[in-house]
């Protein structure tokens, strides 16, 4: 099965910067995605890593080390509608690709 | 990007009746669909793998009886939640998974029993 770790709420200012932490223990690990989901809403991609390393897309950064089983999403320059909840998701290498998610973490950005 | 749809978006029944939720893959084929289920809260728990033209599979926990999917084509799955109750109330969200890329999700289904 999966385990998957990430904190449940972070604060930050806006402009300024969050890391969200995520670990992991899974067998046949084949990429870690990070979503953002409002209240109420789907989730929306935003970013995928499957090799070690930064993966940077705007404000947006995710890294990985399946060494270790850590990821994380770097988000810059914070704004007010990054107010949202942070899912980290692993995805296992079996036929049916399925991803099992961690419980999300909170981030509320303050003026 | 891929574009997934659900239909209804919210739905309020009374306890012991059935719902359907309609999930669309709108401009791809979809070999694969997913259905998750999220309460308040709480991040998406994976109900059931859907394949087309093949029996779904359920995870551990979730049972096939009274949560019934048909993936009768490339771009739609159903899921039909039989003898509802209360605590079946939850955000039902389904994906579809474009072959080599990542899932995709819809807006997902807001489900209140009374």
């Known amino acids: 099965g999966q385990n998957i770790d990430q904190p449940t709420e972070m604060t930050a200012t806006e402009g300024a910067i969050v890391q969200i932490n995520c670990t992991y223990q899974?067998?046949?690990?084949?990429?870690l995605f990070w979503y953002q989901q409002h209240a109420g809403e789907a989730p929306t991609f935003l970013s995928y890593?499957?090799?070690?390393g930064l993966e940077e897309k705007g404000r947006f950064s995710s890294f990985l080390s399946r060494s270790k089983g850590y990821s994380y999403l770097l988000l810059k320059e914070l704004q007010m509608k990054d107010s949202a909840s942070y899912l980290c998701a692993v995805r296992s290498g079996s036929n049916d690709y399925k991803l099992s998610f961690g419980a999300g973490t909170t981030v509320t950005v303050r003026a | 990007g891929a574009v997934v749809s659900q239909h209804p978006s919210w739905v309020i029944c009374k306890s012991g009746t059935s719902v359907k939720i309609e999930c669309r893959s709108l401009d791809f084929q979809a070999t694969t669909m997913f259905w998750y289920r999220q309460f308040p809260k709480q991040s998406l728990m994976l109900m059931a793998t859907?394949?087309?033209?093949?029996?779904?599979?359920?995870e551990q926990g979730v049972e096939k009886d009274k949560f019934l999917i048909n993936h009768a084509s490339l771009t739609l799955s159903t899921l039909t939640v039989t003898s509802a109750h209360p605590e079946d109330s939850s955000f039902y969200i389904c994906?579809?998974?474009?072959?080599?890329?990542?899932?995709?999700f819809g807006p997902g289904t807001r489900l209140t029993v009374t």
């Open positions: 859907s394949n087309e033209g093949s029996k779904a599979t359920y």
């Open positions: 994906s579809a998974r474009l072959p080599g890329y990542e899932q995709y």
């Open positions: 890593n499957v090799l070690d």
């Open positions: 899974t067998s046949g690990f084949n990429g």
